[in-house]
């Protein structure tokens, strides 16, 4: 479907978005700026991890895994003495890069249920590592003062030049996800997940292109730590626990799995309802965990289908 | 033998205790159709398993084109021109039928690893599948889901998706299954104009079919190569007879 | 610290024990998710509920053995409410949409007991009858309680293993678990089955938890690592075996009491003192996961599986 450049109702949804920090700024509101900066920070983690599991069709309970390393990158830096951010965020990509290569080369060897199983193995060895080096605070983590420095006019303890940058790291998220899923790759990936047998009977190293698959996921899953690691300043084990996969996992259900914002979607709804639940009880987990069952039980297609669904019915009752 | 394209020499595989291949010797020559009969439970699809890459093989040899392709994965042998029809349906469901025959042209191309072109706007992809579906009769359904296509039609884009990979030799298990009449004339017509040009190895139950387009027949039962000839050959032989008829079982 | 015979038996034993512990978990899950294909997260609830029914229970009665096998029936009747509620809508879906509504479940239910019992721990202590200790062969002291689980839990097994091999409903499990259209067909109510699979599983988890009350405390959220642990045993014995998971579970029990012991006082012996300290008891903890690649690796299906699921 193409659509001119001016036309294109996602670049006014990211103008909109732009400019929204200066018309917070004038009316005092900036405390919104850092909510929304996370959820597009979960945002870019919950794309990444969409690669692999709506176009992929592989069910990685580990890809928070990749976000502490991004995380622990920055924090790690920090901690040492090092603040260029060129430096950080290479590094957090890198090692990314790194270990979703290894961690994917080694899982991707087994199907199904095993496959799940050695995701959430590396998973945990991982935030057990972090755990277990209580040099590095163990268990609590740490935080550290000061931010990643790019440029000298780049402030980012400026919590709208933070909120820009992480913008624009998700409109190239996007744009990097939306360019490979329509590409060639993109439909080899299709493919794979529709039918690998005939993949590879017409010829496919279908290995091959679920590891680059993984590994591109783990790529945008470290810069959304790195990310993360600046908007908190604080750094721990936790970014890799199970139950962090599992929300990501939720987020990109909610949102919608087969849409390209659709993890965006979701990641918005998913903390919009953890925070707003959070200031209603503090027992906010039991609604939390109730409103998730009957979600994916009875709204599977996510919020993005569900909107569908409810314009072409309101069509419908017009014409 | 100096064209044989495919060589089987000694193909052995047993489960357990049970030998389903037995020791099958076979060669298939360029642009030949050779088929394959048998009565059910014979062994075909199981070999043809074996001649993919889909089923390990416990002994015996596989040549295909000069090399030796005993020990290659799937794709491998499929990048070497050895393509497969599916005797249970399996095509690319979610995806459209243009996409479905696209995304083998892309395989056989070399080139799946393209992230930024949207693949609808290359016309190296969309001409050649275009071009196939009409062949096989399905262009005014390019744009459908795949899922949502007839028997019938899915059986035609299973074809359409083995020739996209432009192989040397086609293995066809029983491609007329679940066919009407008229789809069945259909698909022997195309397969008909395809000789010479690609080799096949058909494996069919359909006799009108295996008679009108096959060079050379071979009869497989229980596993074992019982005897090759050509179809004047086959028909009139007497071990063929009496596997078919089933009285009293076989000899040797 | 030095390692004598005694020191050894002492952590073999307690890697018995956790083991078979973990075994009276896993085997439910095993079970469910062999022959129904259901993998279910809120098994680490039934843990968690059994033990708090079991303190409830206990403190209420007074009687200890009371409060724990009163625990069971009451996980009993409360899983087959989620049953009929949850999980029988989740049979035909995917694992991913099985593995997020059970995680919902999970996080509901850690919630509603700290609601019912306050966010602290409670705790149960052993009755007095059985908080003797036994002497071991080289003059060490073991708890009988820690003994009586090992007991409890290997006579759970024997059980488990003579009712799935010799009896009609043993046998009926296995066919539903290889064909249910067919067992359906036949006549019998899968559906039943299938329920009182779950349930049977929930209470087995529960006597695991209630067992374990007094050795660690009653939490919330006390299930959740238990799972990811029965889930490491599930991979390595295979899915749906019965043996494949007792065995798993114990070399799991063992190898982390053995590797939290042992392996820093290993690194000691190579590695100078504080790179030992820092990095030997993560590598503890670790050694499972480790143990886990390396097994799917070699056998992709684990170490017992009966079919390639």
């Known amino acids: ?319 | 033998m100096t064209t044989s394209l495919l060589l089987v020499r000694g193909l052995y595989k047993r489960y357990g205790g049970l030998v389903v291949t037995n020791n099958v010797d076979l060669d298939v020559a360029s642009g030949e159709v050779h088929a394959l009969i048998g009565p059910n439970g014979a062994g075909k699809t199981t070999l043809l398993g074996q001649l993919t890459g889909n089923l390990p093989n416990d002994a015996g040899k596989i040549y295909f084109d000069g090399c030796d392709i005993t020990g290659l994965p799937t794709h491998s042998r499929a990048r070497l021109g050895l393509g497969r029809s599916f005797q249970i349906t399996s095509i690319f469901h979610e995806l459209t039928v243009l996409e479905n025959v696209m995304f083998a042209v892309q395989v056989q191309s070399g080139h799946s690893f393209r992230f930024w072109r949207p693949v609808e706007d290359s016309q190296k992809l969309v001409t050649p599948a275009m071009a196939l579906l009409d062949r096989v009769g399905l262009a005014d359904h390019a744009s459908l889901t795949a899922a949502n296509l007839s028997h019938g039609q899915h059986r035609q884009l299973e074809i359409a998706i083995a020739l996209a990979c432009k192989p040397k030799l086609l293995l066809l298990d029983e491609p007329m299954a679940g066919m009407g009449i008229e789809d069945s004339a259909r698909l022997t017509k195309m397969l008909q104009a395809m000789k010479g040009s690609v080799a096949m190895l058909l494996v069919e139950h359909d006799m009108t079919a295996v008679m009108a387009l096959a060079d050379r027949i071979s009869v497989l039962v229980y596993g074992q190569r019982v005897v090759t000839g050509t179809p004047a050959e086959i028909r009139a032989h007497p071990e063929v007879r009496k596997a078919y008829l089933g009285d009293g079982g076989l000899s040797s | ?309």
């Open chain 3, 1 to 309: 610290m030095i390692f004598t015979l005694g020191l050894f038996l002492i952590q073999l034993l307690n890697g018995l024990q956790f083991g078979v512990t973990l075994f009276l978990f896993t085997s439910g899950l095993t079970l469910v998710l062999g022959i129904m294909n259901f993998m279910n997260l809120g098994h680490a609830s039934f843990y968690m509920i059994g033990a708090y029914y079991a303190v409830a229970l206990t403190n209420w009665s007074g009687s200890f053995v009371f409060g724990v096998l009163l625990a069971l029936p009451a996980t009993y009747v409360t899983a087959l409410a989620v049953e009929w509620l949850v999980f029988r809508r989740l049979y035909e879906r995917s694992h991913l949409d099985q593995v997020l509504v059970t995680f919902g479940l999970v996080m509901f239910f850690n919630e509603v007991v700290r609601i019912i019992w306050g966010t602290a721990g409670l705790y149960f202590t052993v009755p007095d009858w059985l908080s003797g200790s036994v002497v071991l062969g080289s003059g060490a002291l073991y708890p009988v309680y820690r003994l009586l689980i090992i007991a409890v839990g290997c006579l759970v097994a024997l059980a488990m293993f003579l009712v799935i091999k010799y009896t009609r409903i043993g046998m009926l499990i296995r066919a539903g678990a290889d064909k249910p259209e067919m067992v359906e067909a036949v006549g019998v109510n899968i559906r039943g089955v299938f329920r009182g699979v779950v349930a049977l599983g929930a209470a087995l988890a529960a006597l695991a938890g209630a067992l374990s009350g007094p050795l660690y405390s009653v939490e919330s959220g006390m299930g959740d690592s238990m799972l990811i642990l029965a889930l490491v045993a599930i991979t390595i014995g295979g899915v749906g075996s019965i043996r494949g998971s007792f065995f798993a579970a114990l070399m799991i029990g063992v190898v982390d009491a053995m590797g939290r012991m042992f392996l820093p006082q290993l690194f000691a012996i190579f590695l100078s003192r504080p790179v030992a300290d820092a990095i030997g008891p993560a590598t503890g903890s670790m050694l499972i996961y480790l143990l886990m690649i390396v097994v799917l690796l070699a056998r992709p299906n684990g170490l017992f599986a009966f079919r390639g699921r």
């Open chain 1, 1 to 319: 479907m193409k659509i001119s450049l001016l036309r294109n109702p996602l670049i006014w949804l990211f103008v909109v978005f732009a400019i929204f920090p200066i018309a917070a700024t004038a009316i005092n509101q900036t405390y919104y700026l850092s909510f929304i900066s996370k959820v597009m920070v979960f945002g870019i983690a919950a794309l990444g991890l969409n690669l692999v599991l709506g176009f992929g069709g592989m069910v990685s309970l580990g890809h928070a895994a990749f976000v502490g390393v991004g995380a622990y990158a920055v924090g790690l830096c920090m901690h040492y003495g090092v603040t260029n951010g060129w430096v950080h965020f290479g590094l957090a990509i890198g090692v990314g890069a790194l270990s979703s290569l290894l961690i994917g080369a080694l899982c991707l060897r087994a199907g199904g249920i095993s496959f799940i199983m050695l995701t959430l193995a590396f998973a945990q060895l991982l935030f057990f590592l972090g755990v277990g080096l209580k040099q590095y605070g163990g268990d609590d983590g740490f935080s550290f003062r000061g931010h990643s420095e790019f440029f000298s006019w780049l402030q980012l303890e400026d919590v709208r030049v933070m909120y820009w940058v992480i913008l624009a790291c998700l409109a190239l998220t996007v744009l990097v996800v939306g360019r490979s899923t329509r590409s060639g790759f993109g439909l080899a990936l299709r493919g794979v997940k529709s039918n690998e047998g005939r993949a590879q009977s017409i010829g496919l190293h279908t290995y091959r292109h679920k590891l680059a698959a993984f590994v591109l996921s783990g790529m945008f899953c470290s810069l959304s730590g790195a990310l993360l690691a600046n908007l908190t300043q604080f750094v721990s084990p936790s970014y890799m626990h199970f139950s962090r996969s599992a929300e990501l996992l939720l987020m990109i259900l909610l949102g919608g799995i087969s849409s390209l914002l659709g993890p965006v979607v979701g990641a918005a709804a998913f903390i919009v309802l953890e925070e707003s639940l959070g200031h209603i009880t503090p027992h906010w987990q039991a609604p939390m965990g109730l409103a998730i069952v009957l979600i994916v039980l009875f709204a599977r297609n996510g919020l993005i289908d569900l909107a569908m669904a409810v314009v072409v019915r309101f069509k419908r009752k017009r014409s």
